[in-house]
Nanobody
Framework: VQLVESGGGLVQAGGSLRLSCAAS????????MVWYRHAPGEQREVVAT???????DYENSVKGRFTISRDNAKNTVYLQMNSLKPEDTAVYYCNARVKPTASIREQYYWGQGTQVTVSS
């Protein structure tokens, strides 16, 4: 299973970016898909989670600004980020909880990371 991210970049405060993460390979199903971020000097944190049936949760600081969504037909998860702030600057990683077969427990896979930089 491979996860390929795209959509990071440099944006001014107040701007928007949309991240995408597409899963490919052979697997039985994808359960939750999660966006993490890791800023320099900080611990990695969960930004947003979406379950296979559409359940969603957000880290408090991004509520009302970020929107997570997924296209199950494309095995892709998105993160629409609006009203970006300098403190959103980080490397963003997608994570997919994948069942390789129906009988094997889910395994975690990671994207390569994409840099998001918000200038003030």
């Amino acid at each position: 299973v491979q996860l390929v991210e795209s959509g990071g970049g440099l944006v001014q405060a107040g701007g928007s970016l949309r991240l995408s993460c597409a899963a490919s390979g052979s697997f039985f199903s994808i359960n939750s898909m999660v966006w993490y971020r890791h800023a320099p000097g900080e611990q990695r944190e969960v930004v947003a989670t979406i379950t296979s049936d559409g359940g969603i949760d957000y880290e408090n600081s991004v509520k009302g600004r970020f929107t997570i969504s997924r296209d199950n037909a494309k095995n892709t998860v998105y993160l629409q980020m609006n009203s970006l702030k300098p403190e959103d600057t980080a490397v963003y990683y997608c994570n997919a909880r994948v069942k390789p077969t129906a009988s094997i427990r889910e395994q975690y896979y990671w994207g390569q990371g994409t840099q998001v930089t918000v200038s003030s």
